[in-house]
């Protein structure tokens, strides 16, 4: 099998299947055109699929011989980001944009699927390719479990093109690779009054403002310095006039981290102080905190897999150490139905626009890593199907 040779004779199909996803991108759960596109494509291919979670997709690859099954997962749906940068398949929605690479891994995955469909004869199992929606908003993963899509699936494996990577290598390691990440909201509630005279009220501008401060002694206090951990307010509203006491503030903010215990512990945390630190300056407070996604942790022998399968298309060279991210993932839900291993595929170069971070107006993408991260979907399935 000439995976790498198949993911050249289908590159450029791969970039024009981008580019186009590209120009109409998407928000999370919107994906019907770009879903329509992509059951298009599938049937234009022989292959068989159906709807799951509204505007997701499982299609299904059987090989010629008998064996375990496979799922290769891509997340579609785009950004509330303003275009910035002026190339030819720039988006034709204002204010929306593929600036995450999500466009790149649907038509990987299309690419994908041409190469297993064209060797599926020589394929010991079955593969599925699971086009997922919502990701931006950490729903479509849930959804698509809640519909059944992980029932006999033996192992997964999906990919990030990353442009914190050179374009020309991956990064593939055991171990966590993405954090969990929460949502949270704090209400805290005073006394409105006159700015000129404070006492008469319970600011709770200078309640919260004390919380923002003390929620930050959890990483440098209470979790060992060892771990990995962020607590941020992203948020923070209060006050209508520069002259009057506020009676309320609303904060919204995330927490991450590695550690599933620590991951645990991060609420009681939160509660404790906010509600002590109000009640110091005579208001209340309340924490909503909500649960999203776990953190992305690779396999040990998944990752051993995808490793040797890097190492077929590129060599040992095409290999490097990426440190893990605080960002986020729902793909972790996934991993926690069967095991698996999420790799970044090095999608960066210094050379051109393509070192702009991702979620900025000006993310692009080497598209050389395309025909990398389409031949390293189709090796990976092979590879671990081999095994038996």
């Not at 579609?76 to 275009?83: F, H, Y």
């Amino acid at each position: 099998m000439k995976i790498k040779e198949l993911s050249n004779k289908y590159k450029q199909y791969v970039i024009d299947m981008r580019r186009e996803f590209h120009m109409y991108p998407e928000l999370s759960w919107q994906e019907i055109r770009t879903s329509k596109r992509i059951k298009e494509e599938l049937e234009s291919m022989g292959i068989s699929y159906e709807s799951v979670g509204d505007t997701g997709i499982v299609a299904t690859v059987k090989g010629g011989k008998e064996g375990k099954t496979v799922a290769l997962r891509a997340d579609i749906d785009a950004l509330e980001v303003q275009q910035l940068n002026k190339v030819p398949y720039r988006s034709n929605h204002e204010g929306v944009m593929h600036a995450c690479g999500h466009d790149g891994h649907a038509a990987m995955l299309l690419g994908a699927a041409k190469i297993l469909n064209e060797i599926k004869g020589e394929i010991k199992g079955v593969v599925k390719f699971f086009f997922q929606p919502a990701e931006e908003v950490a729903q479509g993963a849930k959804k698509m479990i809640e519909e059944g899509v992980m029932e006999g699936v033996n192992g997964i494996f999906g990919l990030h093109l990353w442009v914190d990577i050179p374009c020309g290598t991956v990064s593939i390691q055991e171990g966590p690779r993405m954090a969990s990440a929460d949502l949270f909201k704090i209400i805290v509630k005073g006394k409105g009054g006159h700015g000129s005279m404070p006492h008469q009220g319970i600011d709770t501008v200078l309640a919260a403002s004390a919380i923002v401060m003390d929620l930050q002694s959890i990483v440098s206090r209470e979790v060992s310095p060892l771990e990995s951990v962020v607590v941020s307010v992203g948020s923070l509203h209060s006050g209508t006039r520069f002259n009057v006491i506020a009676s309320e503030a609303v904060m919204e903010g995330t927490t991450r981290c590695f550690n599933p215990e620590i991951r645990k512990s991060l609420s009681p945390m939160m509660e404790r102080i906010v509600k002590n630190t109000a009640s110091s300056y005579r208001a209340t407070a309340t924490l909503d905190y909500t649960y999203m996604t776990p953190a992305v942790i690779n396999d040990p022998i998944s990752s051993a897999i995808g490793e040797k399968s890097v190492e077929k298309l590129l060599g040992k060279e095409g290999l490097v150490r990426f440190k893990e991210i605080m960002g986020a993932e729902d793909y972790s839900f996934f991993l926690e139905k069967a095991p698996g291993a999420l790799a970044f595929i090095g999608a960066g170069n210094k050379k051109g626009e393509y070192n702009y971070p991702h979620h900025h107006g000006r993310f692009d993408i080497d598209e050389d890593a395309l025909q990398i991260g389409t031949a390293l979907y189709a090796q990976y399935a092979v590879d671990f199907l081999d095994q038996g």
